[in-house]
C-alpha cells in the first residue's frame, strides 16, 4: 500500500506562486519505478490532467492550460513529487491531488493512476 498526502495549497493573488508537494508513505522502495501526477478538479467540473513525470524524473508532460506556468519535478530520494505553480490565474482554483500511475512512464489519463491523495485547496484571487 502507498500513501499519498498533498500540501502547500493556500490562498494567493493572480499573478502569485505556489508550490505544491506530495509526500509518498508505506511502500516507498519503489517509488521511483512509477510516474506520478497531478490532477484537478474545481467545483462543478470534471477532474483534469495537470502534469505527469516519469519514474526517473526525465521526462514531463504537461496540460495545455498550465504549460509554461507549471513546472512538475521529484526527489526520489525523499518519495516525494512537486508542483510548482507561477502567474497563477483565477482559473486556476481547485483542488488539487496527486496520484501515482500503474507505469514507469505515465499519461494523462485518469484510469491509469492507483493511488490519490486526499487533495489540497488552492484558490487564486482576482
Partial sequence: ???LVESGGGLVQAGGSLRLSCAASGRTSTFSSYAMGWFR???GKEREFVAVISGNGFSTYYADSVKGR????????KSTMYLQMNRLKPEDTAVYYCARNRYFSGSSAPNQYDYWGQGTQVTVAA
Fill in 1 to 3: 500500500q502507498v500513501q
Fill in 70 to 77: 507549471f513546472t512538475i519535478s521529484r526527489d526520489n530520494g
Fill in 41 to 43: 478538479q474545481a467545483p
